[in-house]
């Protein structure tokens, strides 16, 4: 039960999200514990939903967006993708979207041409 606390939700960084890139890790032991990334922004600097007055609300989703995105990652010299997700504030979630939108207009114009 415990490996899939880790596994099933990501951290992520998006500091480079206007050059279409975004980065992932899995979450650490005191981020499980603290629920970041599932109760809150999974955004690493982002401490949105991270307030106690915010945790013990609990309705809803807490205004967070739920994206589920490939991640890929090398273990013990093995490369592997695995789908997880990632849940964002509303002033995280467009970022991601837009990288999103930016690798997949840079990937269609390399293929057009």
Do not use: H, I
């Not at 309705?59 to 592997?80: P, S």
Request: proline share 2%; glycine share 12%.
């Amino acid at each position: 039960y415990y490996t899939s606390l880790f596994r099933e939700f990501a951290v992520a960084d998006l500091s480079r999200w206007s050059e279409g890139r975004v980065g992932l890790r899995w979450r650490r032991d005191k981020e499980v514990l603290a629920g970041k990334g599932e109760r809150s922004c999974s955004e690493k600097t982002c401490a949105y939903g991270q307030s106690q007055e915010e945790a013990r609300e609990g309705e809803g989703d807490g205004g967070l967006q739920t994206f589920e995105v490939n991640f890929g990652y090398v273990e013990e010299g093995v490369k592997k993708n695995t789908l997880v997700k990632v849940r964002l504030c509303p002033m995280c979630a467009p970022k991601l979207t837009q990288a999103r939108a930016m690798k997949a207009a840079k990937a269609g114009d390399g293929a057009g041409s």
